[in-house]
């Protein structure tokens, strides 16, 4: 009754109207913020641009419009390799992407994206949100005025589109492949030559023969972009990338300028796309997959084991090789390294042994 009360009253007068005390700043409750959204992502991009577009009008529902924010494709605002560099600038206060897009700035970002056989999208929610790894990835980015917040996963990716079968590891030398991160360091490991690419150029560079192959993301995505036209061969499962996670970077002023209550919304609505663009990947995956299969005859491949045994020894060299940079990314391998040793037991337990049991019938 008495919140009731509060409530009424502060709507009714002093609150909206007037100022409210949030912490040491005044902070008009009518204040509104106009922000830009500068994005990785072809503009309305099926998963990757739709859902900028969702956390913005997330945003402004949850804020009653007291947040605006107006969403940019690549190369709208900043090309999509400049996201990181315009938000921590101001240029926009906000942008949506994925940490390992920017090894160059410190390459312990890598681990919030994805690690090579590392841990699903399941995994790497409960590493973020109970595990520490959000706190260590928040302590990492305010290095650079920037804070992040996991906001999207596909779940897991699949292997790449190839010319030519991947029968053994040696298949793999010469190749030249866009596959960003650390999944690239295996591939520099395997003899092959890794680029990074964005992924409006895909599709152009594949089909050209710039590059021999590639990686994107699953069936949903690939599909849009049309892979299956430069490609013959489509391998799985992905590797490299078992739960890629997209992340929103916000500038650290920007933020802090705003009351509790909307720095609150704006890091939930990004929990809010994080679990919803898993299940948007969910639904719309096996869709696609079926389309691949059978409208366009796309020939499905499976890494051989061996092959998969090889570049998951690498992996573990390329991870624990980065752990020994810095301290920090110590810090971060022992976390991640903690969190998946414990997460597979119980995932052989419960997922794994569900999903060979469900096969079984
Ligand atoms: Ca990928």
Not at 243 to 251: K, M, P, Q, R, S
Not at 308 to 318: A, M, N, P
Request: charge should be neutral; include cysteine; hydrophobic fraction near 40%.
């Amino acid at each position: 009754m008495q919140r009731r009360d509060f409530l009424k009253k502060a709507g009714g007068t002093s609150l909206a109207l007037g100022a409210g005390t949030v912490g040491i700043k005044t902070v008009r409750a009518d204040t509104t913020y106009q922000w830009k959204m500068v994005t990785a992502w072809p503009k309305n991009f099926p998963g990757l641009g739709t859902g900028a577009n969702r956390l913005a009008e997330l945003i402004g529902e949850m804020s009653g419009g007291r947040i605006r924010v107006k969403v940019y494709g690549a190369g709208e605002l900043v090309p999509a390799f400049e996201v990181f560099d315009a938000v921590a600038q101001g240029t926009a206060e906000m942008g949506h992407g994925t940490a390992f897009y920017w090894k160059g700035k410190n390459e312990a970002t890598q681990f919030f994206t994805a690690v090579p056989f590392g841990m699903t999208a399941q995994e790497m929610n409960g590493w973020f949100y109970h595990g520490g790894g959000l706190a260590l990835w928040t302590e990492l980015y305010a290095q650079f005025g920037l804070v992040p917040a996991p906001a999207g996963n596909g779940g897991v990716q699949m292997g790449g589109w190839f010319n030519k079968e991947i029968k053994s590891v040696a298949d793999l030398a010469g190749l030249k492949m866009r596959i960003p991160g650390l999944g690239g360091e295996v591939l520099k490991r395997a003899g092959g030559t890794p680029v990074n690419l964005p992924g409006g150029e895909l599709f152009t560079a594949l089909e050209s023969g710039a590059i021999d192959a590639t990686e994107w993301i699953g069936p949903y995505n690939d599909l849009a972009f049309g892979l299956y036209k430069a490609a013959r061969y489509y391998y799985y499962p992905g590797f490299h990338e078992p739960g890629g996670t997209l992340e929103a970077i916000i500038n650290q002023a920007a933020f802090e300028a705003l009351p509790a209550d909307l720095q609150s919304i704006v890091l939930n609505a990004c929990k809010v796309l994080n679990q919803d663009l898993l299940a948007e990947y969910t639904a719309r995956n096996p869709v696609a997959l079926q389309t691949l299969l059978e409208k366009h005859g796309v020939a499905m491949r499976r890494y051989p084991d061996d092959v998969l045994i090889k570049l998951h020894r690498l992996s573990r060299e390329v991870v624990s090789e980065l752990a020994e940079k810095d301290e920090f990314s110590r810090k971060i391998y022992t976390s991640f390294r903690q969190f998946l040793d414990q997460s597979q037991a119980w995932s052989n337990l419960s997922e794994l042994a569900y999903l060979q049991a469900r096969n079984l019938g």
